[in-house]
């Protein structure tokens, strides 16, 4: 904690111990310290200035609960004064999220963070993989989040779209499934059938192509032998 930087023990109290919760906390969620640096030295720096970056942001790779690492942030804040009011309070708030008082919360949180993907434009497979996660652990944590059920759709359909785009129409067969909106569906599957048809199409022509090809060499190795052979009876 901060206040254990320091040459005097005055400051240290009850809210040490929250921090030190939160500390503790941060590390099971990061596998990772708070503070941890490349030194001592500059480890006990960052701790004096109160200086680390939220578990979600410390270990993005990982798919942190909101709920835990707003209590940790709430437990380690620089202000003793803005930290939890007690451990009681670290340990009923633990207690709710455990029991899932707190899914609730997390999964609206969740759903508007898919949501705020979704607004951006040009968005690609990877960005709409992104969102599909977050929709998919909203709902299982609220099955009844009517946000992220919609919000589902709406990937659905951009998948679908992306796909016909992309011309990788094996996968948009697969997405346009999950599209439940009958005219949005009867739109793709003309689209994807189209798509199929002109391909088909560019298959044939590549093989007559490669037929022509084929014929053209052919031609050319027996003029090459007829040749070869007059050559050798002359």
């Not at 589902?152 to 997405?175: C, H, P, Y």
């Not at 199409?201 to 490669?210: E, P, S, W």
Request: contains cysteine; hydrophobic residues 45%; glycine residues 4%.
């Amino acid at each position: 904690a901060r206040e254990q930087t320091t040459e005097s023990a005055k400051n240290i109290g009850p809210w040490t111990d929250i921090y030190l919760l939160g500390g503790i906390l941060y590390f099971m969620l990061c596998h990772r310290a708070p503070h941890a640096c490349g030194s001592a030295k500059e480890a006990f720096k960052h701790a004096r200035k109160g200086e680390f970056k939220p578990p979600r942001y410390r270990a993005a790779e990982i798919d942190i609960p909101i709920e835990l690492n707003d209590l940790c942030i709430k437990a380690m804040a620089i202000d003793r004064h803005q930290r939890l009011e007690s451990v009681s309070q670290f340990i009923t708030t633990l207690n709710e999220y455990l029991t899932g008082a707190g899914n609730k919360t997390e999964s609206i949180q969740l759903a508007q963070e898919a949501r705020n993907i979704l607004d951006v434009q040009n968005t690609d497979y990877n960005d709409l993989n992104k969102a599909q996660r977050k929709l998919i652990r909203a709902i299982s944590l609220w099955p009844k989040n009517q946000q992220a059920i919609d919000l589902q759709q709406v990937v659905a359909e951009l998948f679908t779209k992306k796909a016909i785009e992309n011309g990788d129409l094996v996968l948009s067969r697969l997405m346009v499934a999950s599209v439940e909106d009958d005219e949005k569906k009867a739109e793709f599957m003309e689209a994807i059938r189209v798509q199929e048809k002109l391909l088909q199409r560019d298959r044939k022509r590549q093989l007559v192509l490669n037929i022509v090809i084929a014929v053209f060499i052919i031609v050319i190795i027996f003029d090459l032998y007829l040749i070869f052979r007059w050559l050798s009876k002359t």
